[in-house]
């Protein structure tokens, strides 16, 4: 019963991370002299301190490496699983091209490895996968 308790704490844990990082990042700003890249650094910085989880690490590793990598942290479940994917999605949005297509496709696959690991069929997923994949293409 209790490694029950701490898997659930661990998964909320992690998902209260990604949803505060999303606002800090994606919401409004009231300080529009700070720029993205620097909210980012600090949210690399953020996801190291709070869940010992490196983003570059994830970023630069090759897909498999980084699915695997992924995988070895317990709260990550499907709905942070999205959560996190989302926020690569809205991130590639917000910076240069170079950078973006990293993004994008680590998002892509983050979205497979939920199709995966989910029993039930998700169209607006779906839909998450094929707009990266357009954005891909051009």
């Known amino acids: 019963m209790e490694q029950k308790d701490y898997l659930k704490r661990e998964i909320e844990k992690i998902g209260l991370i990604i949803a505060a990082i999303r ?20 949210t690399k910085e953020m996801l190291l ?13 090759e897909n498999e490496s980084s699915m695997a990598y992924i995988q070895t942290f317990s709260g990550f479940n499907v709905e942070n699983l999205e959560s996190l ?15 973006a297509h ?5 998002s892509m696959h ?16 779906e839909s998450k996968v094929l707009e990266i ?6």
């Open 23 to 42: 606002q800090k990042l994606l919401g409004g700003k009231a300080c529009t002299a700070v720029t993205i890249e620097r909210d980012f650094e600090v």
């Open 110 to 125: 983050l979205f497979e490895l939920c199709n995966q690991k989910d029993k039930t069929y998700s169209a607006e997923r």
């Open 49 to 61: 301190s709070s869940i010992n989880f490196d983003l570059d690490q994830f970023l630069n590793n």
């Open 102 to 106: 990293k993004y994008l496709e680590k």
């Open 85 to 99: 994917a989302l926020f690569l999605m809205q991130i590639a949005h917000n910076i240069e091209t170079a950078k």
């Open 133 to 138: 994949k357009s954005a891909l293409m051009y």
